[in-house]
């Protein structure tokens, strides 16, 4: 069993009326705040791509590398957001952030040149560090139970899980009648007048205000479970888990249409099937709660990491007929989201929530740097070995993923 100092006891549940009905308002407010999020400083990039291209008269992998930035500069910043969060909560941090990403987001509209679009996605990164999934499920776990946990995740992520499926059209149908600097000005503006009031009106933290010897008590509490934390191999089991399966949902996510296309199917249809990705996480999500009681959640995800891992493998084998190309992408889409309903309930069962958002991002710095290096690495190992096995190293980073969640698993009950 976990050696971390029990910190259950000392979390205040109150249970009252009035408390039950703000904590559905944190969870309205950030379903609202992540799907406008994710839409507008993460995914509304690719529609902008082309048309940035001609514009700076750059090449493709010298304007992708402004996301990867932002991804990078998110993973650095994760730890210092989650110690942060544990020590003075997420509304002003959120808030901040929120203020943050809608300046960056105007400032995109004006780049002019490659160091500047550099300049203006470091930006963005430190912004989605402050305000996306990891400081958002902080404030959950803060504020609810263990029984209504689950329950609260779920719901951000469904809503979230569309945001991909809503932004990508709507950026499309303002580039296409405005321009890609007006279209991004419309997104900044959208996202300020949703983020900022909601982070700032609707956030607090999930106890009553301490004093300053209470506080002290706190941090060193706090500073016990996380040494405790990341002396356990069970810790490190997590990070090998969702740094592995990051690094290949990333891979397909980015390589996917184009690897679609060499299978001999038609542009049109591999965009269509892609896009299937961002509904089926949905899915898979909803299968992942609602399993976690009968066989627990780290053996539910890992299933379905292995499922991921066998549609990697199969791609390349059935994947040029239309029938084996959908049915991979459906048994690769159902794991799309699952860590993001996995990783706070694991971390929150083993090692409460006193420190949870620091424990949080140190795994995010490891995942969110996966994310980042993994598609560009499988792009030159594409153009040397080929697409086929890309997909072997994809369902070999599914299947360390599950191999290390079944032993985490084992570890926790051992």
Request: hydrophobic share 55%; proline share 4%.
């Amino acid at each position: 069993m976990s050696t971390v100092p029990p910190i259950a006891a000392s979390e205040n549940r109150s249970g009252d009326r009035p408390r039950a009905r703000h904590g559905r308002r944190i969870v309205a407010a950030l379903a609202v705040t992540q799907t406008i999020g994710y839409g507008v400083l993460y995914y509304a990039f690719s529609v902008f791509l082309t048309p940035m291209r001609r514009d700076l008269h750059a090449g493709a992998p010298q304007v992708a590398t402004a996301l990867t930035l932002a991804v990078l500069t998110s993973a650095l910043c994760a730890p210092l957001v989650g110690r942060w969060v544990d020590a003075r909560g997420a509304r002003v941090l959120m808030t901040a952030g929120s203020v943050l990403g809608t300046l960056a987001l105007l400032a995109w509209s004006r780049v002019e040149n490659l160091p500047q679009l550099y300049g203006v996605f470091v930006a963005v990164g430190l912004a989605s560090a402050m305000v996306l999934y990891e400081p958002a499920f902080a404030v959950v776990v803060g504020w609810f139970d263990a029984r209504r946990r689950a329950g609260a995740l779920l719901a951000i992520t469904i809503v979230a899980g569309f945001a991909s499926t809503i932004f990508l059209p709507l950026s499309g149908l303002l580039v296409d009648r405005y321009g890609w600097r007006h279209a991004a000005v419309v997104l900044a503006l959208l996202y300020g007048a949703a983020a900022v009031p909601l982070h700032a009106l609707v956030l607090r933290r999930g106890g009553r205000s301490r004093s300053e010897a209470a506080a002290s008590d706190a941090e060193s509490q706090r500073a016990g479970v996380v040494r405790a934390a990341v002396r356990e191999r069970a810790f490190w089991l997590l990070v090998t888990a969702f740094a592995a399966h990051a690094a290949a949902v990333a891979t397909v996510a980015v390589l996917l249409i184009s690897y679609l296309i060499r299978l001999g199917h038609p542009p049109v249809f591999a965009a269509g099937i892609a896009g299937l990705l961002g509904v089926l996480s949905v899915t898979g999500r909803l299968v992942t709660t609602g399993l976690q009681r009968r066989a627990g959640i780290a053996v539910v995800a890992a299933g379905i990491l292995t499922a991921q891992g066998m549609a990697a493998l199969l791609l390349p084998v059935v994947g040029r007929s239309a029938a084996g190309a959908v049915g991979c992408v459906l048994a690769f889409g159902m794991g799309f989201g699952v860590a993001a309903v996995t990783q706070p309930h694991l971390l929150a069962e083993r090692y409460g929530t006193t420190a949870y958002a620091t424990l949080a991002g140190r795994i995010a710095f490891f995942s969110m740097t996966a994310r980042a290096g993994a598609p560009l690495g499988a792009a030159a190992l594409a153009q040397v070995v080929g697409y086929g096995a890309v997909m072997g190293v994809v369902a070999a980073a599914c299947a360390a993923g599950a191999t290390a969640l079944v032993a985490y698993h084992r570890a926790s009950r051992g």
